[in-house]
């Protein structure tokens, strides 16, 4: 049974250790955090090992494997820390905060041994979704679009100061929060291959120097179109939406249900932690990957990363002041 360090325990290391109470084949050993009061929240009702230094949790024998739960940020430098320590490492979204970041970790020795946290893949919806795109049941997929609406107001930005800055966040909406509806169209329709992409500010000019808003119209091998629109500035967190247009009919993903061809075909179960608008990914996630070794590698993210990269990169080709300090960190 591995022994499992979670470093970082605010807003997502708590989730990834309800999720870690269902797998068999592991247990929540330690947790890493400078917070003493996050760190005692996870020893009274976990009986963990605290470590407020990260190279101190490494230098312990007996965790084998780490889960990095941090600002963004710092996810590089402890992937890197991690795998010369001998680690196996389960790593949040995004992998890295910058190409330069991606392109060195895909390099580095024990690379393969990174688990990926893209847990809405799992969600049932998503898996018929892809099934039914593999199967060919409905004919090829002419097109795809997606809409993310969600609410990031000044008092989310104001609870943590990396969030919301180039050089800490490595961007906004795109990078943290629609990263997901990103990686469905390469996950389930296929390597995205050219993207044109506008980004803007604009509910939290002052507040934020990253983007609230983005528009992108995206291009797939074979020639498929796709176009995703999101924002952060809507009154509301609503569930994400999916369309996937067939010869043969028509797939919506919308409210964690999915209907094809007006038919309700797979509905996703209700969640039990985290954002109700995105189901209970993380608890099968990091149950396969313990008790059945099925993960998520850098290869199996890799196009939805660089995709990320190259829609910051198109954007600032016209805002090239808005995007001044996305630069210095790339």
């Not at 007996?62 to 680690?87: E, N, R, W």
């Not at 997929?141 to 609406?149: D, N």
């Not at 966040?169 to 390597?191: C, R």
Request: charged share 25%.
């Amino acid at each position: 049974m591995k022994k499992i360090g979670i470093v970082g325990y605010g807003g997502i290391g708590p989730i990834h250790a309800k999720a870690l109470e269902q797998v068999r084949q592991g247990k929540l050993y330690a947790v890493c955090d400078i917070d003493p009061d996050r760190r005692k929240l996870c020893r009274e009702q976990y009986g963990v090992v605290e470590y407020e230094d990260f190279d101190a949790m490494l230098a312990d024998s007996q965790v084998d494997s780490v889960h990095i739960c941090t600002p963004h940020y710092l996810h590089f430098a402890m992937v890197k820390k991690a795998l010369a320590a001998g680690k196996d490492v389960v790593v949040e979204k995004p992998v890295t905060r910058t190409r330069r970041e991606w392109e060195e970790l895909r390099g580095l020795k024990g690379a393969d041994r990174v688990c990926v946290v893209l847990q809405n893949r799992l969600n049932p919806c998503v898996q018929k979704l892809r099934g039914l795109i593999q199967a060919g049941e409905l004919g090829s997929v002419k097109a795809v679009r997606g809409m993310l609406t969600w609410n990031r107001d000044k008092a989310y930005y104001d609870s943590a100061r990396w969030r919301g800055n180039w050089d800490t966040e490595g961007g906004g909406l795109l990078i943290n929060q629609a990263i997901h509806t990103l990686d469905f169209f390469s996950y389930l329709v296929g390597d995205i291959k050219n993207v044109r992409a506008d980004m803007c500010n604009h509910t939290l000019e002052g507040v934020i120097e990253v983007e609230d808003t983005l528009a992108a119209h995206l291009e797939f091998a074979g020639g498929i179109k796709g176009v995703l629109f999101a924002t952060n500035g809507y009154g509301e967190n609503s569930s994400p939406f999916l369309e996937v247009a067939f010869e043969q009919g028509l797939a919506r993903y919308l409210d964690q249900k999915l209907w094809v061809n007006g038919q309700l075909a797979a509905e996703d179960c209700p969640a039990t932690s985290g954002k109700a608008y995105w189901g209970n990914g993380h608890e099968k996630l990091i149950q396969r990957y313990y008790d059945e070794g099925k993960y998520f590698s850098l290869a199996d993210a890799a196009n939805t990363m660089e995709t990320v990269f190259a829609m910051y990169e198109d954007a600032a080709r016209g805002r090239k002041l808005f995007f001044e300090n996305y630069f210095k960190n790339c």
